[in-house]
């Protein structure tokens, strides 16, 4: 779900994590989790847990958001700053997909679930393109990839849709 000026969505990549990591729940607080989901794996637990941290996400990318629609004139500085501040968006969504890719599955969705945060990591790799190229002079490379992740955005607000996931289906705009 990232927004940055452009229509940006997504959660982040599909890093691995480790064994025993800690994620946030939607309560707020840590929970232990492991690569083998626990018997009490819900849609429901997985939905709250998911949302929630699409949710921090938002609120870490608002800020980032809000300075890049100020960025209002055309100039070398500018795309700069741009870029910056999609490069951060990215560490944010890398951060939280980490989390995602954390979350225990429940039973019969893991497919959909894996399907979509792959989705989110192509995502943060277009942004990642965009942004290397966002300070060269080549406005056809620009276009190509703003359109790709426009489709690759759109596809997986649909699949998080179905998965009933509604703060990271959510359009940022």
Known sequence: MFLIALAVAGCGSTSKPSVGATTGTSAGTPTR???IPPAGATTARFIAAADSICRALRSQQQPLNA?????????????????????????????????????????????????????????????????????????????SVLGSLERSTATDRALAKSLGLKVCAASSE
Request: negative net charge; proline residues 5%; aromatic residues 4%.
């Open 33 to 35: 989790v492991t690569s």
């Open 67 to 143: 300075r890049a629609q100020a960025l209002t004139q055309e100039t070398a500085s500018a795309r700069a700053q741009l870029q910056a501040l999609l490069q951060q968006s990215v560490v944010y969504a890398r951060a939280a997909d980490a989390k995602l890719q954390a979350l225990p599955r429940p039973p019969g969705e893991t497919a959909a679930i894996d399907k979509l945060l792959a989705g989110y990591d192509y995502e943060a790799t277009e942004v990642s393109s965009f942004a290397d190229i966002l300070t060269k002079q080549e406005p056809e490379k620009q276009r």
